[in-house]
């Protein structure tokens, strides 16, 4: 069988190979401590569960808009308007079947054959397998760990070359929780204004920020940037709510119109019952947003510290997201049972198989000798992980 070469590109997710990894032992009866998760381990709002539960009783089980309900539009315009300070018109939203599903439909109306893309390392692992999708090529800068895995404006001009067509931000970052203020955007603002590219602004973690930290769009500093912008979020993470599949963009009106044309033609609208409950999320959610963040700060606090105090591990404080990003590479290159540790991926996998706990390795998001653990599970799950952790690397020689 010959498959589009398009497909060949490609690979796996590897936070669900490790997964798949996961579940086989499981199922073999070993115990498994899973801090690989990539969602909170909160449950929806009780309103968003009930909004949806009265949209399937009230028959609110039809078709909406390709491009989202009206509802839910408005209620997205508000949010942007009083949480990040940005005003937009309803042709300037488009509702999709998650942040990915409207990542994706970016990358099909913007990018193409020659086009290049510029996404700082690490990354989170869906964005360069979307650029090479559309046959465009990703660019990517490899950020310094003293940096705070922030890409500097130094970094961001070398990078750019005639066929730039587009730069990839994601503050708070997956895997690494780095996060961009006010002053290091306004430090890119003239050369990205000087520059013909798009700016996608992925704003997913935007809630999970912490020590009196504060979230900017970028889109927020200049009407000129806001122009140049397409903002991305959704309910999944803020709310709990990765499952119900209901994310958002938020740009200038032809490229959400040619993103609502893709739409149309691949999946459609966004689920009416999700769409419902995703409102009432936004509407209604705030207080279980507080509850959570509190809650994760916590947890952040107990693992860095915990983590830093296991042999061969540096983990670093980072201002936001659920994930840490330790950095393992004084463990690489020790054995276990004659067996070399050579890469994060060996790590990942000796940890799973031994110790009994799920990471990420690092390269799967560009950046070796690294590993993403996830705070996103209860503190006595969360020690009995970094235990676990902790034997299995004792058994190394």
């Known amino acids: 069988m010959r498959l589009a070469n398009r497909i060949g590109k490609i690979k796996p997710s590897p936070t669900m190979a490790m997964a798949a990894r996961a579940r086989t032992l499981i199922e073999r009866g070993i115990d498994v401590v899973n801090l690989g998760l990539g969602e909170p381990d909160f449950q929806t709002p009780e309103t968003a569960s009930k909004a949806g539960i009265d949209a399937i009783r009230s028959g609110y089980t039809k078709y909406t808009p390709p491009s989202g309900a009206l509802e839910l539009k408005e209620i997205i315009l508000q949010k942007l308007k009083v949480d990040n300070g940005l005003d937009y018109d309803h042709n300037e939203i488009i509702v999709s079947c998650g942040a990915k599903h409207s990542l994706y439909n970016i990358a099909q109306v913007l990018f ?228 070399e540790i050579l890469g994060s991926v060996d790590l990942a996998t000796f940890l799973l198989e031994e110790g009994g706990v799920t990471t990420i390795p690092g390269v799967a998001f560009g950046a070796e000798g690294y590993l993403r653990i996830s705070y996103a599970a209860p503190e006595d799950i969360l020690e009995r992980g970094m235990k676990k952790i902790e034997q299995a690397i004792r058994l190394l020689t």
């Open 112 to 339: 193409e054959k020659g086009d290049e893309v510029i996404i700082p390392a690490p990354y989170w692992v869906s964005y360069p397998d979307q650029v090479l999708l559309n046959d465009a090529i990703p660019v990517i800068v490899k950020t310094k760990e003293e940096d705070g895995f922030l890409m500097t404006p130094e970094q961001l001009k070398e990078a750019i070359t005639p066929r730039t067509k587009g730069v990839i931000f994601n503050s708070p970052s997956n895997p690494t929780g780095a996060t961009y203020t006010a002053k290091h955007f306004e430090a890119f603002s003239d050369l990205l204004l000087n520059t013909p590219l798009w700016i996608i602004s992925d704003e997913i973690y935007e809630k999970f920020i912490y020590e009196g930290r504060s979230h900017t769009s970028i889109a927020s500093l200049s009407p000129d940037l806001k122009k140049k912008t397409i903002v991305v979020n959704g309910v999944s993470k803020a709310y709990a709510m990765t499952g119900w599949r209901i994310g958002y963009a938020a740009g200038p009106k032809e490229i959400i119109r040619a993103m609502g044309t893709v739409q149309s033609q691949s999946t459609s609208n966004p689920t009416s019952i999700s769409q419902k409950a995703a409102a009432a999320a936004l509407k209604e959610g705030t207080p279980f947003i507080q509850t959570m963040i509190e809650e994760f700060g916590r947890r952040r606090q107990f693992m860095i510290k915990g983590l830093n105090r296991i042999p061969g591990i540096q983990c670093p404080s980072p201002a936001g997201s659920f994930y840490l990003f330790p950095n393992v590479q004084k463990i690489l290159g020790k054995r276990h049972k004659g067996e």
